[in-house]
């Protein structure tokens, strides 16, 4: 059974960064291409940012140059960097595989982006 476990999120001020962690149990990792997802109030969820088995990345307009993913597949763990933050990056964030995505999406992690 999947298990995605993320972790990391916060209360950060205009300008600040955090680091996400993804923590995947029941999957051979190091095959799944990997992204981070984001939800805000009321609007869907859109990817952030991916990584492919090779390292590969591909971000959203919206952070690139502000964000950073990464993966150790050694620890079955995929990372977010977020630098640079602003208060429209406030959502909750997830990871999953990237399409398709697999069923159970873990409780995501809190990103609070205010002064």
């Known amino acids: 059974q999947v298990q995605l476990v993320e972790s990391g999120g916060g209360l950060v001020q205009p300008g600040g960064s955090l680091r996400l962690s993804c923590a995947a149990s029941g999957i051979i990792f190091s095959v799944n291409a990997m992204a981070w997802y984001r939800q805000a109030p009321g609007k869907q969820r859109e990817l952030v940012a991916r990584i492919t088995t090779g390292g590969s990345t591909n971000y959203a307009d919206a952070v690139k140059g502000r964000f950073t993913i990464s993966r150790d597949n050694a620890k079955n763990t995929v990372y977010l960097q977020m630098n640079s933050l602003k208060p429209e990056d406030t959502a909750v964030y997830f990871c999953?595989?990237?399409?398709?995505?697999?069923?159970?999406w873990g409780q995501g992690t809190q990103v609070t982006v205010s002064s």
């Open positions: 999953n595989r990237v399409s398709p995505v697999f069923p159970s």
